[in-house]
């Protein structure tokens, strides 16, 4: 059984940052997959990875990091837009079974 806790939704200003953090624990951590989804009102959940634009991937507005000593993922967003606006979920997976936290709301105001 793998447990996921979000923290450090709030709320910020058009161009400000932010960074997420997801506590990983549990009796079984090897995970083969962790990673941030979001979901926006009215839209399906997304992985987060695949929303980078090209444009954000160079300016490197989304960056995902991983502490295994601590067993935190962490996710740092600059450059916050409107349509960041969203629940930000913690995914993991080991084997075929995914986990997901609770999620954290991210609320970008213009």
């Known amino acids: 059984q793998v447990h996921l806790v979000e923290s450090g939704g709030a709320l910020v200003q058009v161009g400000g940052s932010l960074r997420l953090s997801c506590q990983i624990s549990?009796?079984?951590?090897?995970?083969?997959?962790v990673d941030w989804y979001r979901q926006a009102p009215g839209k399906q959940r997304e992985l987060v990875e695949g929303v980078k634009s090209f444009e954000d991937f160079l300016r490197g507005r989304f960056a995902v990091t991983r502490d295994r000593a601590k067993n935190m993922l962490y996710l740092q967003i600059y450059n916050l837009k409107p349509e960041d606006t969203a629940v930000y979920y913690c995914?993991?997976?080991?084997?075929?079974?995914?986990?997901w936290g609770q999620g954290t709301q991210v609320t970008v105001s213009s």
């Open positions: 995914h993991a997976r080991a084997g075929n079974v995914d986990f």
């Open positions: 549990g009796s079984d951590l090897n995970l083969d997959v």
